[in-house]
């Protein structure tokens, strides 16, 4: 029998490169930090300094030695909740079409524009 991989359809992600946001769900419940990169693909999110894991390397000759490091995995997006920059509080995101006719994000409690 054979297994196939789920597949995830993207979608677009409203979280963007840059954004500070907070964990809601997982051992880094409430935890926040900088977003780092974005897999839209995937739906998931790296964020610095939280989802971190201790990986054992092995050595490899005199150029590589063993040990152990740290190794920061990216969370699923629905995992994440964006805090404004404006209001500091933890908020949901919203569109809003300018006077130039451009897509801009919105903060859905304080109404501001998110760059």
Excluded: W
């Excluded at 297994?3 to 964990?23: F, Q, S």
């Excluded at 990169?37 to 790296?46: G, H, I, T, Y």
């Excluded at 990986?55 to 629905?78: N, Y």
């Excluded at 500091?88 to 501001?112: A, F, L, P, W």
């Amino acid at each position: 029998m054979k297994r196939y991989k789920k597949i995830i359809e993207p979608v677009k992600i409203k979280i963007k490169v840059g954004d500070l946001v907070k964990v809601r769900i997982g051992k880094d419940k409430g935890k926040t930090g900088k977003v780092e990169k974005v897999f839209p693909k995937k739906r998931k999110v790296l964020v610095t300094g939280v989802n971190v894991f201790k990986k054992h390397l092995k050595a490899k000759g005199k150029e590589q030695p063993g040990g152990i490091i740290d190794l920061t995995k990216p969370l699923e997006v629905s995992n994440l909740s964006l805090i404004c920059p404006k209001c500091s509080k933890v908020t949901r995101i919203g569109y809003s079409v300018g006077k130039d006719n451009k897509k801009y994000r919105k903060c859905k409690k304080c109404q501001e524009i998110i760059k």
